[in-house]
């Protein structure tokens, strides 16, 4: 049997939708939040732009706050399932896998 090329190599069932806005995290072990960008979101996954090095299988809290005072903030807990290379202001870029979204 001969071996079929794959010339698609996203691996990803959703489309992303580029985000780029500053969002708020913390480890769930953390009382703090600290600031980061969310790079792009899909239905299970988000990438992240982070200042702090956390290793794959950190488990974090995102908030995501509107510009307007009457809509509440999107949170997301999430977790890091892989690494890639930055290219933006902050030094770290994580893929994150979904776990939960609060109802808001």
Known sequence: MSVVPCFNLNRRFCTRTNINSQIKYKLTSDTSFTTGLMLN???FGLALSLDQELPTNSQLNVS???DRKDDAPIEIFAEIVRTSKSSNEYA???GCVILEVNDF
């Open 41 to 43: 979101i899909s239905q």
């Open 64 to 66: 995501m706050e509107s």
């Open 92 to 94: 770290y870029t994580y």
